[in-house]
């Protein structure tokens, strides 16, 4: 998963620069994940009955990739979430609520869809910073207090 780690080296200086601010990174989300984006045959070409699967698994992959470039790259205070974990997908019964959460185009969810991811949202802001990867240290704390102040 180079890619991801070669992706995401130009925000990692953004995230840092965010000191013990919590951060929340959210990999992105499959757009035709439902049905294929058109009829064309030459489309999506690897669009099959295990699809939803397959996604699931790349971006597991990409999840974890994305985790481990940030603790290698010392980020302190971050999270990488699923943006199905924040809808409340899991992989069983997913196939079901994709279409109550996906919006007639296919691509974007609908406004029940975001409604649910900003409210998981809302709830891993105000969670324990215990939960977050590479946690401040007390004295690490103190002085980005002093600093804000």
């Given amino acids: 998963m180079e890619e991801v780690k ?5 925000a990692t200086v953004l995230f840092r ?3 013990l ?10 757009r035709y994940i439902r049905s294929k984006c058109c009829s064309d045959i030459r489309h ?3 669009f099959t009955t ?3 699967s397959q996604v699931a698994d790349r971006l597991t992959a990409i999840r974890r990739a994305l985790a481990d470039h940030m603790h290698s790259c010392r980020v302190p ?3 990488v979430v699923s943006a199905y974990s924040l809808l409340g ?3 069983e019964g997913m196939e079901a609520l994709l279409g109550a959460l996906w919006d007639k185009d296919l691509v974007h969810l609908n406004t029940v869809g975001y409604a649910i991811m900003v409210e998981s949202l809302m709830d891993y802001m105000v969670e324990e910073t215990s939960t977050f ?3 401040p240290k007390v004295k690490e704390q103190r002085q980005e207090v002093v600093r804000s102040a």
């Fill in 6 to 10: 070669h992706l995401f080296r130009p």
């Fill in 17 to 19: 620069a965010r000191g």
């Fill in 21 to 30: 601010h919590k951060k929340i990174i959210i990999p992105p989300i499959e």
């Fill in 44 to 46: 999506m070409t690897n």
């Fill in 50 to 52: 295990d699809f939803l």
């Fill in 77 to 79: 205070n971050y999270k």
């Fill in 89 to 91: 997908l899991r992989e």
């Fill in 133 to 135: 990867c590479n946690k």
